[in-house]
Nanobody, 114 residues
Framework: VQLQAFGGGLVQPGGSLRLSCAGS????????MGWYRQAPGKERELVAR???????NHADSVKGRFTISRDNAKNTVYLQMNSLNLDDTAVYYC?????????WGQGTQVTVSS
């Protein structure tokens, strides 16, 4: 079972994107969820996480710009990304938090470039 992320693309600095990730109800009902990213030459890092009840936590690098949310009825987690900058360029993944090895999907590429 993999979690598939959608919604990436090419955006100019200062722009916005909304990522989505859908999965099975079993995964969403029983887990906190997270968005992760991996930039070229860097390790994968946690961007934001959300508990089953909706409590959120965002990395300092994205705080105030990104917002994680979830819709349990739709088994979907979102990442609203505003004020994107060059450092946000990465492949973005969703997974449970903490992450489960078998749930890593291909991710979605976000490229911030002028």
């Amino acid at each position: 079972v993999q979690l598939q992320a959608f919604g990436g693309g090419l955006v100019q600095p200062g722009g916005s994107l909304r990522l989505s990730c859908a999965g099975s109800g079993i995964i969403f009902r029983n887990n906190a969820m997270g968005w992760y990213r991996q930039a070229p030459g860097k390790e994968r890092e946690l961007v934001a996480r959300i508990s089953r009840s909706g409590i959120t936590n965002h990395a300092d690098s994205v705080k105030g710009r990104f917002t994680i949310s979830r819709d349990n009825a739709k088994n979907t987690v979102y990442l609203q990304m505003n004020s994107l900058n060059l450092d946000d360029t990465a492949v973005y993944y969703c997974n449970t938090h903490p992450p489960a090895f078998g749930y890593w999907g291909q991710g979605t590429q976000v490229t911030v470039s002028s």
